[in-house]
Nanobody, 124 residues
Framework: HVRVVESGGGSVQAGGSLRLSCTASGSTYCMAWFRQAPGKEREGVAAIFRQRGTTYYDDSLKGRIAISQDITTNTVHLEMNNLVADDTGIYYC????????????????????WGQGTQVTVSS
């Protein structure tokens, strides 16, 4: 069993930036960020293949976000820039320890372990 814990959420003005972090308690295969806005479905934001650091992004967010990892602390970061009101929501960190294929931002069910989420609020 792997525990993932998010941190770094908060409130920010539109156009601002935030950095979210997610620390895993054990070895993981893929880690990803998903988000859920009020009244909307959970959607993928970014994912990273831990062994090689290969990154995957939701096309609509490319250019504004960056996922990275710190191997020494077993932590994955999500940098978000030029934030807009539609970025408001709860951001969840997810992880798995094995899977077939590449890490995905499209299929939440391939991730076994989920954090409690961290709130991001962007005011215009």
């Amino acid at each position: 069993h792997v525990r993932v814990v998010e941190s770094g959420g908060g409130s920010v003005q539109a156009g601002g930036s935030l950095r979210l972090s997610c620390t895993a308690s054990g070895s993981t295969y893929c880690m990803a960020w998903f988000r859920q806005a009020p009244g909307k479905e959970r959607e993928g934001v970014a994912a990273i293949f831990r062994q090689r650091g290969t990154t995957y992004y939701d096309d609509s967010l490319k250019g504004r976000i960056a996922i990275s990892q710190d191997i020494t602390t077993n932590t994955v970061h999500l940098e978000m820039n030029n934030l807009v009101a539609d970025d408001t929501g709860i951001y969840y960190c997810a992880a798995n320890t094995r899977m077939y294929g590449v890490c995905t931002t499209v299929v939440p069910s391939v991730y076994t372990y989920w954090g409690q989420g961290t709130q991001v609020t962007v005011s215009s």
